[in-house]
């Protein structure tokens, strides 16, 4: 497989992945609010926090409210974190490979960036009916890919990407709760905090597969439960354990072994998933766990850049030498 190919669908998927989470943050955000006490601020400024653009945010926007941020999130085209950016990224990658992928996912692709240009600009539906679109949307790329698309190689690369993207997603949206969102430690405990852990959980559909578990919402299970769940997909621990397993039915090295940076940076952490216990995790500090974890995806990413998508030098090429 061409390195371009492998890049753009592994990029495609990331980048809906990346829609579908921003619209799951600002909607359980926006019922949240609606839940409570009305002496509590707002609090918009933690969904930025989430995305890492606090930083571009402050320099376009004077103040984090709903109205801002929610149009920061959803269609701003100066933001490339943005559902409209995502989307639009999502498109460029998909066209560019189209005999690569079926027409249904290039048909769900192409309509779901249609669909927001055309929301960003007209603003028929509500902000809620708009994202629900959007997660239904990244729903059916998801399913046309797997069942449309051959199970080889593109296939796999699509699949990690999005499975990256959610593992990443959801360590943020623990972490920037956990770290910043709680009003005070006098909360940790009280009705306040099951709400926002509750909304933690409903950020990615999680509650009616924790309560079965685990019962009443707490820290602790609720981080064990994103973090470390064998089965639920969309903890950490599952996304990167059927990311490892694409990443090495690409390369056929067997499991538990590596050939290159990828496999190494992935299995290396999936295997300290395996054995690690959320007793360490808050021993050692949830957030200093997470902003860690963050930064390994980020490595692994990298490992993925340069061991299949980076041009690769035949040998005695010189590196420094032109076409």
Not at 125 to 144: C, K, M, N, P, W
Request: proline share 6%; hydrophobic share 40%.
């Amino acid at each position: 497989m061409l390195s371009r190919v492998a890049e753009s669908v592994y990029w495609m998927s990331r980048y809906i992945e990346r829609a579908e989470n921003v619209a799951r943050f600002v909607e359980v955000n926006e019922h949240l609010m609606l839940d409570l006490p009305p002496e509590m601020p707002p609090q918009w400024g933690p969904l930025v926090e989430i995305t890492g653009d606090m930083e571009a945010f402050n320099r376009s926007y004077s103040a984090a409210d709903q109205e801002e941020v929610c149009w920061f999130l959803t269609f701003d085209p100066n933001n490339p974190n943005s559902i409209l950016s995502s989307l639009r990224a999502a498109r460029e990658n998909a066209r560019s490979v189209r005999e690569s992928l079926s027409s249904a996912v290039w048909a769900e692709v192409n309509e779901a960036y249609l669909y927001a240009e055309h929301q960003a600009t007209h603003g028929t539906v509500s902000l809620y009916d708009f994202l629900r679109a959007v997660i239904r949307t990244s729903h059916s790329v998801e399913g046309a890919t797997n069942a449309t698309v051959s199970h080889s190689e593109a296939w796999h690369f699509s699949r990690i990407g999005r499975l990256l993207e959610r593992a990443d997603k959801t360590t943020r949206i623990v972490d920037i709760r956990y770290f910043t969102l709680l009003p005070s430690p006098s909360d940790v405990g009280s009705p306040t905090d099951d709400l926002h852990w509750t909304a933690v959980l409903q950020s990615v559909s999680a509650l009616e597969m924790y309560r079965p578990r685990h019962g009443m919402v707490r820290l602790d299970k609720t981080a064990e439960f994103l973090i470390l769940d064998q089965v639920f997909p969309r903890s950490v621990r599952n996304c990167l354990k059927r990311a490892d397993d694409s990443l090495h039915a690409i390369t056929g090295t067997p499991k538990r072994s590596f050939r290159n940076p990828a496999e190494r940076r992935l299995g290396r952490l999936v295997a300290e998933l395996d054995y690690t216990v959320i007793e360490e995790v808050i021993a050692q500090g949830l957030h200093e766990f997470l902003d860690e974890l963050q930064l390994r995806l980020n490595e692994v990413g990298g490992g993925l850049h340069d061991s299949f998508f980076a041009p690769q030098l035949a040998p005695g090429d010189d590196p420094g030498s032109t076409p």
